[in-house]
């Protein structure tokens, strides 16, 4: 039989201590007692739920990861994974937004081993240190690429009043320095250039030393740019933002040449 919430009510009843009918307030430990016996109920409750309460979004999407992932593990043999069972050699962090529409197939389609990808909304590495951190410093990755994208709703927010918001989306809003009233692509390339700067500051001896190169794009998945819809436009390379010097830059001819694909061993 399914259950109720009545076990909830019950159980925080019994969790009530002497407190409740002295009227007094509760000690610390007792809070922390009633939290902790409601986040078991809670728990227990959501976990009793039936069909009734699956979402048929929430079904369909785990059909769909259950039966893409059968197909994946049916086509890729032990050989694919072997490059990369014992350890990873990223070619580069990437810092993209986490934006359900931005996705590293778009740029690199073997990322596997190639791309340590670290995500949030709008991009920006304040709140992402420690992750990049690592990329770049214990995984020695050439290249740290931040991509943001067009269309992005973090820069929207962040263009506009976000007051309303909870501590921990507004924490990572208030990262993004953008004009208010303005949140087209103008302000994406915005962003995308603010962090490159953060970036570099904080890689300075290793931008300097040509160990790091830091690089800017934008996913144009709606042709904002108008240098064709769906192109990683790069729009700056270790604070070079000049469309005209960038297009001379060696790592930006780079992106029009053909490359093997490495042949990776650990
Ligand atoms: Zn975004």
């Not at 992750?131 to 740290?144: A, D």
Request: glycine share 8%.
């Amino acid at each position: 039989m399914k259950k109720g919430i009545g076990p909830v009510l019950l159980m925080l009843m019994l969790a009530m201590p002497v407190w409740a009918a002295e009227a007094s307030a509760p000690a610390e430990a007792d809070q922390e007692r009633i939290r902790q016996v409601v986040k078991e109920v809670l728990r227990e409750y959501a976990s009793s739920l039936g069909p009734k309460h699956l979402n048929a979004d929430a079904r369909g999407l785990m059909q769909n990861l259950g039966q893409d992932n059968r197909n994946f593990m049916r086509t890729h043999k032990p050989a694919y994974f072997k490059p990369f069972v014992d350890g990873q050699r990223p070619r580069a962090t990437v810092l993209t937004c986490a934006d359900s529409r931005v996705h590293s197939h778009a740029f690199d389609a073997t990322p596997d081993g190639d791309l340590f990808m670290v995500r949030n909304i709008g991009n920006q590495i304040a709140t992402a240190e420690g992750s990049i951190e690592y990329g770049v410093n214990h995984l020695h990755t050439p290249v740290l690429l931040i991509v943001g994208h067009s269309a992005c709703g973090a820069i929207k927010a962040a263009a506009g009043d976000y007051s309303g918001e909870s501590g921990p989306i507004r924490n990572e809003l208030d990262t993004l320095q953008v004009p208010k009233g303005e949140a087209g692509i103008n302000s994406v390339v915005l962003n995308v250039n603010n962090q490159v700067k953060r970036a570099m500051a904080k890689f300075e001896e290793k931008v300097i030393s040509g160990e790091l190169i830091v690089v800017g794009a934008v996913y144009d998945f709606r042709d904002d740019l108008k240098q064709g819809q769906g192109k990683l436009v790069i729009v700056n390379v270790n604070g070079e933002t000049d469309a005209r010097k960038l297009a001379q830059l060696e790592i930006v001819q780079a992106t029009e040449q053909a490359a093997p694909r490495p042949r990776r061993s650990y």
